[in-house]
């Protein structure tokens, strides 16, 4: 079964301390790899798109990186208007095109 | 920018009413999706379409949901008769086209049933 595992759950940050999440999937083939940040009540909001191991994009202070079984999105000095959830989504090789997505993982940034 | 719309943002029912949302896409986007979200978990797709026509259905509750984008552009998702069990958050994302494209998110509609 094709599965996307996010970690951790939650992650309580302070202004300036950087770490990253962590995307893990198993399908049975990957055409990409998305990022997208949800707000409370608001509809997920696109970062970034990552097709084959090895790519990496960046914006701002976030990074995405890509291997065959995982993606992380790297946070450097994060500040509070960082905090949001993050989900993690794939396609498949073949497929039409509809994302199978994580649970999130809940960034905190304090001051 | 251009982004997708979606109305009302906020839907509040009692259980056995019909409900219905609406989803402007992307001008120029052709594909179209109908996601729900549940609080705490990440969006499932409910129906995908490609222009007026539907591409993936399969997880759409067909006794109970339908859905329908007739000109090819703006679509609606309709419940009818509402259970408890269908509160959440439905989203509409659009693509330029199928399979390749990122998908751009709208606001959602928040639905509660009572």
């Known amino acids: 079964e094709d599965q996307v595992t996010q970690s951790p759950e939650a992650l309580r940050l302070q202004e300036g301390e950087s770490s990253s999440l962590n995307c893990s999937y198993t399908v049975s083939g990957l055409r990409g790899l998305f990022w997208y940040r949800q707000d409370p009540g608001k509809g997920p909001e696109f970062l970034f798109t990552l097709y084959s191991a090895g790519e990496e994009k960046e914006k701002e202070r976030l990074k995405a990186t890509l291997t065959k079984k995982e993606s992380f999105l790297h946070i450097t000095a994060p500040k509070p208007e960082d905090s949001a959830t993050y989900l993690c989504a794939v396609s498949l090789a073949g497929s039409q095109g509809n994302l199978i997505f994580g649970k999130g993982t809940k960034l905190s940034v304090k001051p | 920018e251009a982004e997708v719309a979606q109305s009302p943002r906020y839907k509040i029912t009692e259980k056995s009413q019909a409900v219905a949302f609406w989803c402007d896409p992307i001008?120029?986007?052709?594909?179209l999706y109908w996601y729900r979200q549940i609080l705490g978990q990440g969006p499932e797709l409910l129906v995908q379409?490609?222009?007026?026509?539907?591409?993936?259905d399969s997880q759409l509750p067909k006794d109970r949901f339908s859905a329908e984008r007739l000109k090819g552009v703006d679509s609606t998702l309709k419940i009818q008769p509402a259970e408890l069990g269908d509160s959440a958050m439905y989203l509409c994302?659009?693509?330029?086209?199928?399979?390749?494209?990122?998908?751009?998110f709208g606001p959602g509609t928040r639905l509660t049933v009572l």
């Open positions: 379409f490609q222009d007026e026509s539907v591409v993936d």
């Open positions: 994302a659009s693509s330029l086209g199928l399979a390749t494209d990122t998908q751009y």
């Open positions: 001008s120029g986007h052709a594909t």
